[in-house]
Protein backbone atom coordinates (compact mmCIF):
# COMPACT_ATOMS: atom_id res chain seq x y z
CA UNK A 1 0.00 0.00 0.00
CA UNK A 2 1.25 3.36 -1.05
CA UNK A 3 1.68 5.66 1.80
CA UNK A 4 0.81 9.68 1.27
CA UNK A 5 2.24 12.15 1.20
CA UNK A 6 1.66 13.66 4.37
CA UNK A 7 2.96 10.26 6.32
CA UNK A 8 6.31 10.61 3.77
CA UNK A 9 6.09 14.53 5.08
CA UNK A 10 6.42 13.79 8.71
CA UNK A 11 8.73 11.31 8.88
CA UNK A 12 11.08 13.78 7.42
CA UNK A 13 9.73 16.10 9.81
CA UNK A 14 10.40 13.62 12.96
CA UNK A 15 13.25 15.25 15.20
CA UNK A 16 14.07 11.55 16.06
CA UNK A 17 13.90 10.45 12.56
CA UNK A 18 16.45 13.19 11.73
CA UNK A 19 18.30 12.81 14.78
CA UNK A 20 19.05 9.39 13.63
CA UNK A 21 19.95 10.19 10.28
CA UNK A 22 22.76 12.54 11.78
CA UNK A 23 24.24 9.61 13.87
CA UNK A 24 24.73 7.63 10.90
CA UNK A 25 26.11 10.46 8.47
CA UNK A 26 28.60 10.75 11.79
CA UNK A 27 28.93 7.35 11.83
CA UNK A 28 29.83 7.13 8.39
CA UNK A 29 32.36 9.80 8.35
CA UNK A 30 34.06 8.70 11.67
CA UNK A 31 34.92 5.11 9.41
CA UNK A 32 35.79 7.31 6.63
CA UNK A 33 38.49 9.60 8.79
CA UNK A 34 39.62 6.60 11.10
CA UNK A 35 39.50 3.54 9.23
CA UNK A 36 42.36 2.62 6.29
CA UNK A 37 39.81 1.30 3.77
CA UNK A 38 41.11 0.30 0.36
CA UNK A 39 39.04 2.74 -0.90
CA UNK A 40 35.97 4.90 0.97
CA UNK A 41 33.85 7.20 -1.96
CA UNK A 42 31.64 9.80 -1.49
CA UNK A 43 28.34 10.04 0.09
CA UNK A 44 28.25 6.51 1.68
CA UNK A 45 26.32 5.94 4.18
CA UNK A 46 26.70 3.27 7.20
CA UNK A 47 24.65 2.67 9.57
CA UNK A 48 26.36 2.71 13.42
CA UNK A 49 24.88 -0.84 13.60
CA UNK A 50 26.81 -2.46 10.87
CA UNK A 51 29.62 -4.85 12.19
CA UNK A 52 33.19 -3.83 10.39
CA UNK A 53 36.42 -4.38 12.24
CA UNK A 54 38.81 -1.63 11.58
CA UNK A 55 41.84 -4.45 11.13
CA UNK A 56 39.74 -5.70 7.87
CA UNK A 57 39.02 -2.28 6.24
CA UNK A 58 42.45 -2.39 4.20
CA UNK A 59 40.88 -5.25 2.20
CA UNK A 60 37.68 -3.69 1.77
CA UNK A 61 36.66 -1.14 -1.38
CA UNK A 62 33.50 0.72 -1.02
CA UNK A 63 32.75 3.55 -4.03
CA UNK A 64 30.49 6.33 -4.23
CA UNK A 65 26.78 6.05 -3.33
CA UNK A 66 27.20 3.29 -1.35
CA UNK A 67 24.36 2.89 1.16
CA UNK A 68 24.64 -0.27 3.86
CA UNK A 69 21.35 -0.72 6.42
CA UNK A 70 21.39 -1.50 9.96
CA UNK A 71 23.08 -5.03 11.75
CA UNK A 72 25.30 -5.56 8.14
CA UNK A 73 28.43 -7.69 8.52
CA UNK A 74 31.15 -7.29 6.06
CA UNK A 75 33.87 -9.96 7.08
CA UNK A 76 37.30 -10.73 5.84
CA UNK A 77 38.31 -14.56 5.91
CA UNK A 78 41.84 -15.62 6.99
CA UNK A 79 43.96 -17.35 4.74
CA UNK A 80 44.75 -15.35 1.52
CA UNK A 81 48.23 -13.58 0.39
CA UNK A 82 46.21 -11.59 -2.47
CA UNK A 83 47.00 -7.92 -1.91
CA UNK A 84 43.41 -6.93 -3.81
CA UNK A 85 40.82 -6.05 -1.76
CA UNK A 86 38.72 -8.94 -0.88
CA UNK A 87 35.46 -7.40 -0.85
CA UNK A 88 34.64 -5.00 -3.49
CA UNK A 89 31.33 -2.41 -3.76
CA UNK A 90 30.97 -0.79 -6.66
CA UNK A 91 28.57 2.99 -7.24
CA UNK A 92 25.26 3.32 -5.48
CA UNK A 93 24.75 -0.54 -4.56
CA UNK A 94 22.57 -1.16 -1.48
CA UNK A 95 22.78 -3.14 0.86
CA UNK A 96 19.54 -4.39 3.10
CA UNK A 97 19.61 -4.94 6.76
CA UNK A 98 20.87 -8.07 8.50
CA UNK A 99 22.91 -8.95 5.30
CA UNK A 100 26.15 -10.17 5.30
CA UNK A 101 29.28 -10.61 3.13
CA UNK A 102 32.23 -12.88 4.00
CA UNK A 103 35.08 -12.99 1.85
CA UNK A 104 38.06 -15.25 1.93
CA UNK A 105 39.22 -14.13 -2.18
CA UNK A 106 37.21 -11.78 -3.73
CA UNK A 107 33.23 -10.77 -3.52
CA UNK A 108 32.82 -8.06 -6.07
CA UNK A 109 29.41 -5.98 -6.63
CA UNK A 110 29.24 -4.33 -9.84
CA UNK A 111 27.20 -0.60 -10.11
CA UNK A 112 23.90 -0.49 -8.86
CA UNK A 113 23.44 -4.04 -6.95
CA UNK A 114 20.55 -4.28 -4.93
CA UNK A 115 20.41 -6.80 -1.61
CA UNK A 116 16.80 -7.08 0.22
CA UNK A 117 17.74 -7.62 3.71
CA UNK A 118 19.34 -11.29 5.25
CA UNK A 119 21.06 -12.08 2.23
CA UNK A 120 24.22 -14.25 2.47
CA UNK A 121 27.18 -14.43 0.45
CA UNK A 122 30.29 -16.04 0.95
CA UNK A 123 33.46 -17.56 -1.29
CA UNK A 124 34.55 -20.25 1.01
CA UNK A 125 32.79 -22.71 3.76
CA UNK A 126 33.65 -23.90 6.65
CA UNK A 127 36.44 -27.24 6.13
CA UNK A 128 35.02 -29.92 7.85
CA UNK A 129 36.61 -32.91 6.13
CA UNK A 130 38.42 -34.38 9.78
CA UNK A 131 35.83 -36.18 11.61
CA UNK A 132 38.55 -36.13 14.31
CA UNK A 133 38.14 -32.46 15.43
CA UNK A 134 36.15 -29.87 16.25
CA UNK A 135 34.42 -28.22 12.84
CA UNK A 136 35.25 -24.64 14.51
CA UNK A 137 39.34 -25.87 14.78
CA UNK A 138 39.72 -27.23 10.90
CA UNK A 139 39.29 -23.32 9.50
CA UNK A 140 38.04 -22.62 6.22
CA UNK A 141 38.10 -24.31 2.26
CA UNK A 142 40.31 -22.58 -0.09
CA UNK A 143 37.17 -21.18 -1.29
CA UNK A 144 36.79 -19.15 -5.01
CA UNK A 145 35.54 -16.12 -5.89
CA UNK A 146 32.44 -14.21 -7.05
CA UNK A 147 31.10 -11.58 -9.01
CA UNK A 148 27.58 -10.26 -9.13
CA UNK A 149 27.37 -7.78 -12.19
CA UNK A 150 25.43 -4.14 -12.46
CA UNK A 151 22.15 -3.82 -11.54
CA UNK A 152 21.50 -7.28 -9.51
CA UNK A 153 18.75 -7.20 -7.27
CA UNK A 154 19.00 -10.74 -4.85
CA UNK A 155 15.62 -10.72 -2.84
CA UNK A 156 15.15 -11.10 0.59
CA UNK A 157 17.17 -14.07 2.08
CA UNK A 158 18.71 -15.19 -0.72
CA UNK A 159 22.52 -17.13 -0.11
CA UNK A 160 24.78 -16.98 -2.63
CA UNK A 161 27.95 -19.59 -1.77
CA UNK A 162 31.05 -20.37 -3.88
CA UNK A 163 33.16 -23.13 -2.41
CA UNK A 164 35.54 -23.62 -5.61
CA UNK A 165 36.73 -21.32 -8.93
CA UNK A 166 34.55 -17.96 -10.14
CA UNK A 167 31.01 -17.36 -9.92
CA UNK A 168 29.36 -14.55 -11.62
CA UNK A 169 25.49 -13.83 -11.52
CA UNK A 170 25.69 -11.98 -14.78
CA UNK A 171 23.77 -8.60 -14.82
CA UNK A 172 20.26 -7.21 -14.42
CA UNK A 173 19.58 -10.71 -12.67
CA UNK A 174 16.93 -11.24 -10.12
CA UNK A 175 17.52 -13.44 -7.55
CA UNK A 176 14.22 -15.27 -5.52
CA UNK A 177 13.55 -14.54 -2.01
CA UNK A 178 15.19 -17.47 0.44
CA UNK A 179 16.90 -19.20 -3.33
CA UNK A 180 20.24 -20.93 -3.03
CA UNK A 181 23.21 -20.11 -5.91
CA UNK A 182 25.88 -22.10 -5.83
CA UNK A 183 26.83 -22.02 -9.87
CA UNK A 184 27.15 -19.25 -12.60
CA UNK A 185 23.58 -17.22 -13.23
CA UNK A 186 23.55 -15.72 -16.73
CA UNK A 187 22.79 -12.33 -17.57
CA UNK A 188 19.20 -10.79 -17.57
CA UNK A 189 17.76 -14.20 -15.55
CA UNK A 190 15.21 -14.96 -12.82
CA UNK A 191 16.61 -17.34 -10.49
CA UNK A 192 14.06 -19.12 -7.57
CA UNK A 193 14.29 -21.84 -5.49
CA UNK A 194 16.81 -24.15 -3.55
CA UNK A 195 18.87 -24.78 -5.67
CA UNK A 196 18.23 -21.89 -7.96
CA UNK A 197 16.84 -22.71 -11.33
CA UNK A 198 16.50 -20.07 -14.33
CA UNK A 199 12.41 -19.72 -14.41
CA UNK A 200 12.86 -16.43 -16.69
CA UNK A 201 14.96 -14.59 -19.26
CA UNK A 202 15.03 -11.27 -20.41
CA UNK A 203 14.78 -11.49 -24.69
CA UNK A 204 16.58 -8.46 -25.94
CA UNK A 205 15.80 -8.71 -29.18
CA UNK A 206 11.55 -9.12 -27.92
CA UNK A 207 12.34 -6.91 -25.01
CA UNK A 208 10.28 -8.36 -22.92
CA UNK A 209 10.55 -11.19 -20.40
CA UNK A 210 9.73 -15.06 -21.03
CA UNK A 211 10.08 -18.46 -19.59
CA UNK A 212 13.57 -20.15 -21.16
CA UNK A 213 12.54 -21.53 -24.68
CA UNK A 214 9.57 -19.46 -25.32
Not at 90 to 116: H, P, T, W, Y
Not at 144 to 172: D, M, P
Amino acid sequence: MQRRKEDLDMDVEDPVYLFARGLTWLHSRRLQLTYPFHQFGRRVSIHRSCDILRSMATEISISDNVYLAPDVWLNIAPGSASSEPKIVLGNRCGIGRRSMISSKNQILLEDDVLFAPSVLVMDHNHEFTDITRPIHAQGVTDGGRIRIEKNCWLGYGAVVLCTTGQLTIGRNSVIGANSVVTRNVPPYSVMAGNPAKLIKTFDLERGKWGKPGE
